[in-house]
């Protein structure tokens, strides 16, 4: 037992919303993880058997596969895979270097959903900028110009600083065109130096020219951002070929632990199956794939299988386009009503810090109960009017009740999207405390003679990265 | 002023071996280059503006060109190019993946001086082995195997942990060809778990097999690891195109502050030019490159300069073959007896810890007032039987006292020889602290009325990493 349960005869004094028994179940959940879970091999099968599995390649099939017999090999009931349909984009050559004022290679990656550049490369002066608000100044030209966004993302605990730089990334490219510039290169959103560029996905706008867009290693941003400031014009030429192909069918992978009372009624657990292309996705999303399997799969094994049914779903797409979350919503159109709670894991391999909530505001007093049951292992902190997670907003602007188990950040943003999200990076005593905090919850919830109450339509838009 | 200068009154009770004077202008210049130098403006000139200097190719002749201006314009005198005649390989295309039991990217590079493979690429059974010595085990057997040499390097803050490792690098290739392998992967020789290989020379023996070798990231190299572990045959094939191409001219730059009295007598103070090709080699060694320069120029502006000559000398081909050191031995040789001290600075860019130092027994009063003028900025520490730096080693072999300052290496084999040797990994006021050392140690080195006493003959083969 840790430290924060309180002793006997210190009970609070209003009466419980969590019944004794409930609470104690949650609490023995949160300890069994606590003292070490299997999620670290289900991340470590994931990446180091099935490895990259961008959305529509090859390995995102051998990663459903993996999935939907991993499941069925633990005790999973109803596992399926739910067809999805997904647009396809693939990673070619990637090579940059400055031409001017000096000759220097450039390490860079296509943001995901990039066109090429000509064969021969685009090559033209670049304009260095430090937001998309810059692009307005008057003083600002870019056409025929390699808009250089070198916006620095700040570390935080909370993943607050990416929230705060990303847009340059999901939208520079069609902002930049608009005004007539050729091609655009962003510093990577990241807290790291190496030079080990971070993709991640960029949105061009109906009628507006695609252009080409790529991110740069921070120390290769760093180096442009270096010779812009001697003054003499600097002049980049890079050549991307990557390229769309057809819509393919990919899946969302479901599992369940049913009800033994209320089978219908569903507690979801997500996390997503794709990833990029540049590694194995360890962190990103092969954690949260990891915690959640494990967390349903405890669960599972109790002696007494809770009152309503623990759903698991690996989310396809969710890098780029949210095809599965889509997907998802759709065909279970007819039960949405009947899930009582979601969440998502999506954050890494690094400690709970704390959980975002977002429901009617009756649920609060149960919800305060459920923060001392995950105290104990730093997920106390409540954090109200949370997103969920991308993959449950579509569920959340249904009304369904969201939570997310929030994790240290601080160092996710040196891996995310990069060639270094590999199973080296897992940190298996943080994912059992992330399963700790996600059994627990998952079974209150699940057990709960009531369930929370739906949040109220006008809270139910809120977006987070 | 600094805390451990001896208040008035305090001063030592024995008779001071360096005069009053000659210890005023050593602290004078510590203190100088302690409160802000230009040794990183220097390092970033080569860095950003040269860039990759591979002995031998169009950025080592930039470098030279570089060097031998920078020298000129900063009041270096007899500032000259001395040749020597390198041999030249050229890295190309480096592509590698797990065959089986699952098919997986891997990132490597080629290590220096390797052969390539067939154009098609040399798929094998890998064995996994954690040593040179292991090769050498009656149950190995690595005919027509690809040998994996998975040995850790530990992190030290002296840099030890790399000359303990270093080995497998240098000598697996031929040591595993003479056994029947038909390649070579090593984990890199570093501290990190970033996917940035590290290279690194390589030694063919002469009637052994020529076989690829190459250097995986820790990461790969885990993956690898952890795939062995599971007992099934672990298959990889790799494709290299380096390539040696024919000799070609290269050159030692060098550069004086004249003597005052004893023109002819030499403090040489040295570091290395060229760099390895896949980064523009910030801290290895543009680092160096700009501690003696700056050390150098400072001395040059003194007011009175020194009685002997300052020499900076920036070697050519430290990296693979040290063409550069012989070269300067040879073309030397009539003056070598008047090369009072000799010093290398190749550590990267972090903090002063100590210094160590080979000389002749009578020389130890004077070097231990030597620390004391060194210790402000962290040099204090004399650490005896020192090698000097390995472009100063014939020097050594031929008894001039060497002496080199050392510094903080924890941090340096996390970027040693990968595409991260860039700026940004600079730290300009460590840089500072090492210019305040290397400067104050080669006046009072230049200024003594008597110079050390050379290495006795037994204590002149010492060779560290």
Redesign the interface.
């Known amino acids: 037992m840790l430290g924060l349960a309180l002793p006997a005869g210190l009970e609070p004094q209003t009466p419980a919303v969590i019944a004794p028994e409930i609470r104690k179940t949650a609490e023995a959940l949160r300890e069994k993880a606590f003292a070490g879970s299997q999620a670290a091999r289900w991340v470590?099968e994931l990446s180091?058997?099935?490895?990259?599995r961008l959305s529509g390649s090859p390995g995102d099939a051998a990663a459903v596969s993996w999935a939907v017999a991993t499941l069925k090999a633990r005790g999973f009931a109803n596992v399926r895979a739910e067809k999805a349909v997904t647009h396809v984009w693939k990673r070619g050559i990637e090579t940059g270097e400055i031409t001017a004022p000096?000759?220097?290679?450039l390490?860079l990656t296509a943001l995901g959903g990039s066109v090429p550049t000509p064969a021969e490369g685009l090559e033209a002066e670049i304009v260095e900028l430090p937001s998309l608000a810059a692009l307005e100044a008057p003083t600002v030209n870019v056409r025929g110009k390699i808009v250089f966004f070198d916006k620095k993302m700040e570390r935080t605990g909370d993943g607050s600083g990416y929230g705060a730089a990303v847009d340059v990334r999901s939208h520079g490219a069609a902002r930049a065109a608009k005004l007539g510039a050729v091609g655009v290169l962003i510093r990577s959103i990241a807290t790291d130096?190496?030079?080990?560029p971070h993709t991640g996905g960029t949105d061009y706008e109906a009628g507006i020219a695609k252009i080409p867009a790529a991110a740069l290693s921070?120390?290769?941003a760093?180096?442009l951002e270096?010779?812009v400031k001697e003054k003499k014009p600097v002049r980049v030429r890079f050549v991307l070929t990557c390229h769309d192909d057809p819509d393919a069918e990919t899946a969302n992978v479901v599992g369940e632990i049913p009800g033994r009372e209320r089978p219908e009624e569903i507690v979801l657990l997500g996390a997503h199956l794709d990833s990029w292309d540049l590694?194995?996705g360890a962190i990103d999303d092969g954690a949260g794939c990891g915690i959640v399997i494990e967390a349903a799969r405890q669960i599972g094994q109790l002696p007494r299988r809770p009152r309503r049914t623990v759903r698991v779903v690996l989310f396809a797409n969710e890098e780029h386009g949210q095809a599965g979350a889509k997907a998802y919503r759709q065909a279970h159109d007819s039960e949405i009503e009947r899930h009582v709670a979601a969440l998502e894991a999506d954050s890494g391999t690094d400690a709970p810090t704390g959980f975002s909530w977002n429901a009617g505001p009756t649920a609060e007093p149960l919800i305060r109960e459920i923060a001392a049951i995950l105290a104990p292992v730093g997920a106390g902190e409540m954090i109200p009017r949370g997103s969920g997670g991308t993959d449950v907003a579509p569920l959340r602007q249904a009304g369904v009740p969201v939570f997310s188990v929030r994790q240290d950040s601080s160092r996710y943003f040196d891996y995310h999207h990069?060639?270094?999200d590999?199973?080296?990076?897992i940190v298996p005593a943080s994912l059992d405390r992330m399963v700790a905090a996600v059994s627990a919850f998952a079974y209150v919830a699940a057990e709960m003679p009531e369930p929370f109450e739906k949040i109220p339509a006008e809270a139910r838009k809120k977006d987070e990265w």
Chains 1, 2 share one sequence.
Request: proline residues 6%.
């Open positions: 470590e180091d058997h099935v490895g990259p000096f000759a220097q290679h390490v130096h190496n030079r080990t921070v120390p290769d760093e180096l270096r010779l590694a194995t990069t060639a270094n590999t199973f080296d990076k």
